[in-house]
């Protein structure tokens, strides 16, 4: 928010500026209607593999992590090309298996990963798209640089429920004992 002068950014004064003209009763006023509002639309989120992980309610940071143009795009650049490889790593997997072949990763890593569906293996996503949704966390350092959290988001089991639209859309329709009808058998709880 500030620079090395102590001063806030110029891509954050308009904010600074309407955060001043709060009054502190105003602040929490507005903090508590935020959380109310999650409270009451059972907005949470779950920490998989842990007991108590279930249905936490979701921490709303109030203060916008606000990054200039420049910032941004260098952020962006970076999330587009860790998507990308994802992507790329996903069809590798799913397709020509090269990474194993070659020794890039280790073959019993994927198929022990209850998260890989061998029976989608040679399926295609519409578009090739594999990677459907990729969740971050972005924080500052005090050098200002932007750090990305968490590599990607994808719950267990989603790429065969992704391979599995793409295979119910094609021109045959799958049969219970092929390939695409296992691949929905995941349980869509998990999603």
Not at 118 to 136: S, T
């Amino acid at each position: 928010m500030a620079g090395p002068d102590g001063q806030p950014r110029s891509h954050w004064l308009k904010l600074v500026n309407s955060f001043e003209k709060l009054t502190a009763p105003e602040f929490a006023s507005r903090r508590e209607s935020a959380y109310r509002i999650l409270r009451e639309h059972g907005v949470t989120y779950n920490v998989y593999g842990d007991e108590q992980g279930l249905g936490r309610p979701w921490a709303l940071d109030l203060v916008p992590l606000v990054m200039s143009a420049g910032e941004w795009r260098a952020v962006e650049a970076g999330l587009v090309q860790r998507a990308r490889l994802l992507n790329l790593i996903l069809a590798d997997f799913y397709g020509p298996q090269k990474l194993l072949r070659e020794g890039g990763l280790p073959a019993a890593v994927l198929f022990a990963n209850p998260g890989f569906l061998r029976q989608c293996h040679g399926m295609r996503p519409p578009n090739d798209v594999y990677i459907f949704l990729h969740a971050v966390d972005i924080a500052r350092s005090p050098s200002f640089a932007c750090i990305s959290g968490r590599v990607s988001r994808l719950s267990r089991g989603a790429i065969g429920l992704i391979l599995f639209g793409a295979a119910r859309h094609t021109a045959q329709p799958a049969s219970t004992g092929s390939r695409a009808a296992k691949c929905g058998s995941v349980d869509s709880r998990t999603l």
